[in-house]
């Protein structure tokens, strides 16, 4: 049975890590199947199919909403931008992350750039509008339910005001002293192996507390070393926000380890390979 459950999870997070290097798609939309969307029931718009993901625009669905909002694409730098009444998102195509009014989400699929204009998953335009979507099994058509709609809430200080900032600095601290160079879902997976101790009751039950936990000795080697002191580095803070916000990458696991440069054969005979990001080994 644990060899079953190794197998299955390795399979889902290994599908998740496919995702997440495929990048950005480009396209004409002679090229794409179109998608029908309807909002309560009418026909309002369209988005766009790119194998099994749906994709719409950010900016219709703030039409659909009454709310005006300007969206713009770069084909330089690729950068995206949407700005609206409440509404302030920046992404980049390529990467794994956005912003959205300062917070910081995990964006898996990638864009899907259209003619010059940007269309997101329809999983994160769920998380952006809080709406419910309903996706028809064929994919050419999806339903959007706006009545309770309303545009995610952040702000400057979101994650310190919400997490607290001793949690946000700990945690931000040790994915960048631990995972610094290591692919963005890996920098997630080390936040996501501290918040899950933190979540255990076989660990400490605050970020620091786990960090600088020190039974059958120290957990993390930044805090032997004294890297752990060091400033975060940007993207590792914006690592630690995803973190926080309940995305993972790497399951409920609890430990990692570099099986380049340390000797994980106790972990191995103990434990549950979860999966392999970079140069970090994951288990539970």
């Known amino acids: 049975m644990k060899q079953t459950a190794k197998r299955a999870l390795s399979l889902l997070l290994a599908a998740i890590l496919l995702l997440t290097v495929s990048g950005t798609a ?32 950010v900016a219709d669905v703030c039409a659909f909403l009454g709310l005006e ?26 990467l794994s992350y956005m912003s959205v009014n300062g917070r910081w989400l995990l964006l898996l699929k990638g864009i899907l750039i259209v003619e010059g204009r940007p269309y997101f998953p329809v999983e994160m335009i769920e998380k952006i509008f809080n709406l419910r979507a309903e996706i028809a099994p ?10 309770e709609a309303e545009i995610l809430q952040g702000g400057e200080h979101y994650y ?57 000795g120290v957990q993390f ?15 590792a803070v914006i690592a630690a926000c995803v973190s926080l916000e309940g995305y993972k990458t790497v399951g409920d ?18 434990y549950v390979y979860v999966t392999t990001i970079g140069g970090h080994d994951f288990y539970m």
């Open 253 to 270: 696991s609890l430990f990692f380890v570099a099986p380049a440069v340390a000797d994980d054969s106790w972990l191995r005979q103990y």
């Open 160 to 216: 310190e005001d919400t997490y607290g900032s001793d949690n946000l600095l700990w945690l931000s601290r040790v994915i960048s002293a631990e995972a610094d160079g290591q692919p963005f879902v890996g920098m997630v997976g080390v936040g996501n192996v501290v918040l899950n101790r933190v979540a255990s009751d076989k660990f400490p039950d605050t970020v620091f507390d786990v960090i600088f936990d020190t039974q059958g």
């Open 69 to 94: 909002a300007e969206e713009s694409y770069d084909r330089v730098t690729h950068k995206v931008s949407v700005e609206g009444e409440g509404l302030s998102l920046s992404a980049e195509a390529g």
């Open 221 to 235: 080697s930044p805090v032997y070393d004294g890297k752990i002191y060091e400033k975060a580095k940007p993207l």
């Open 138 to 147: 064929e994919n050419d058509r999806v339903e959007l339910s706006l009545r």
């Open 26 to 57: 480009f396209a004409r939309e002679r090229e794409v199947p179109s998608v029908r969307v309807y909002a309560d029931g009418l026909l309002t718009g369209r988005g766009f199919r790119s194998g099994e993901v749906v994709y719409l625009s």
